[in-house]
C-alpha cells in the first residue's frame, strides 16, 4: 500500500461527528426518490433493450414512464433500508476491524449486508415496474393481480436471488471505489471530509465502472423477472418466454443468442447509473449535512 493510500484509509477512521440511522434513513430516502424520478425513462430504456421481445415489441420510445408508480411506492423505503443498513454495519464493522488496511473491506461487507436487505423491499415493485415497463402490463394493479392469481405471494420476489448476485458484486465495487475516491481527494486537499458536489462526481464514476461490469447480471435478473408462467399479459400483449434460475438463464442467453446479448442496454445502464450515482450520492451526502446542522 503506497502513502497516499495509506494516509487516505487512516482519515477514513479519524473521529467525527457521526449521522444518526434517522439521518441515515432520511437521507437515503429523498435520494433514492429523487434518482428514480429524474433518470426513469433511462432505465425503461434499459430494461426494453435486455427483454427477449426486443425494443421496438417492448415498447420502443413509447411511454417511457410506465411502471414510474411502482418505482416510487419502493424507492424510498429501499434505499432507506440500504443506508441505514449500510451505515449501521459500517460503524460496527470498523469497530472489529479498526485496522485502516481493512477499510475496503468493512466497505465490502457494509454495502453487500445493504444490497441483502433492501432487496426485501426493492425486488417485488422491481417485478411491477419492469412487466409494465415491457408493455406486458398497462395498469399498477393489473400487474399485481396477475402476479398474485398466476404465480402467488412468492411470484412478487421472482429474481429476487438474481437481484442480490448483481447487486452485491456492483456494490463491491462502487462503494469501496466511491469511499476510497473521497478519502484520496479530501486527503489530497487537506480536508476532513469532500463536499456534497465533489462527493457526486465520486459517486458518478464509480457508478458508471460498477455498472458497465456488472451489466451481464442485469440481463439475467431482468430476463427472470420479466418472465412469467402465463402464456399472455393484459390486454393479450405476448409475455416474455420462460426463464428459470441464474445459471440457466445464463447458459440460455448465451446459446440463443450470443455473448453480445449479455451486454443489452450496458450504454443507458452506464449513463443512468453514472448520472444517478451523482445525484443519488451527493444528495445524500447533502442532506446528511443539512440535518446533521439541525440537531
Not at 137 to 153: D, L, R, W
Amino acid at each position: 500500500m503506497s502513502d497516499l493510500s495509506s494516509s487516505a484509509s487512516t482519515l477514513a477512521v479519524v473521529p467525527t461527528k457521526q449521522a444518526t440511522l434517522l439521518q441515515c434513513m432520511l437521507a437515503g430516502a429523498m435520494a433514492g426518490t429523487a434518482v428514480d424520478t429524474a433518470l426513469f425513462p433511462l432505465d425503461t430504456l434499459k430494461t426494453r433493450l435486455q427483454s427477449k421481445a426486443g425494443f421496438a415489441a417492448s415498447g420502443g420510445f413509447r411511454g417511457v414512464y410506465s411502471g414510474l408508480t411502482s418505482a416510487v411506492i419502493g424507492s424510498a423505503p429501499g434505499a432507506s433500508m440500504f443506508f441505514v443498513t449500510y451505515e449501521g454495519l459500517k460503524k460496527t464493522l470498523s469497530t472489529v476491524l479498526p485496522d485502516p488496511q481493512h477499510a475496503p473491506m468493512v466497505h465490502m461487507m457494509s454495502a453487500s449486508g445493504g444490497e441483502i436487505a433492501a432487496c426485501f423491499v426493492r425486488v417485488p415493485t422491481e417485478v411491477i415496474k419492469q412487466r409494465m415497463q415491457t408493455k406486458q402490463f398497462t395498469t399498477t394493479s393489473a400487474a399485481v393481480k396477475s402476479v398474485i392469481h398466476n404465480e402467488g405471494i412468492l411470484g412478487f420476489y421472482r429474481g429476487y436471488f438474481s437481484t442480490v448476485a448483481r447487486e452485491i458484486p456492483f456494490t463491491c465495487i462502487q462503494f469501496p471505489l466511491y469511499e476510497y475516491m473521497k478519502k484520496t481527494y479530501a486527503f489530497a486537499t487537506h480536508r476532513p471530509v469532500v463536499d456534497p458536489w465533489e462527493a457526486a462526481i465520486c459517486g458518478s464514476i464509480a457508478g458508471g465502472i460498477a455498472a458497465a461490469i456488472t451489466t451481464p447480471l442485469d440481463v439475467i435478473k431482468t430476463r427472470l423477472m420479466l418472465s412469467q408462467r402465463s402464456p399472455v399479459g393484459a390486454g393479450g400483449a405476448p409475455s416474455s418466454a420462460y426463464y428459470s434460475g441464474i445459471t440457466s438463464t445464463f447458459k440460455r442467453i448465451l446459446a440463443e443468442e450470443g455473448p453480445r446479448a449479455l451486454f443489452s442496454g450496458v450504454g443507458p445502464r452506464v449513463m443512468w447509473i453514472s448520472i444517478g450515482g451523482s445525484i443519488f450520492l451527493g444528495v445524500y451526502e447533502k442532506v446528511k449535512v443539512i440535518v446533521s446542522k439541525d440537531n
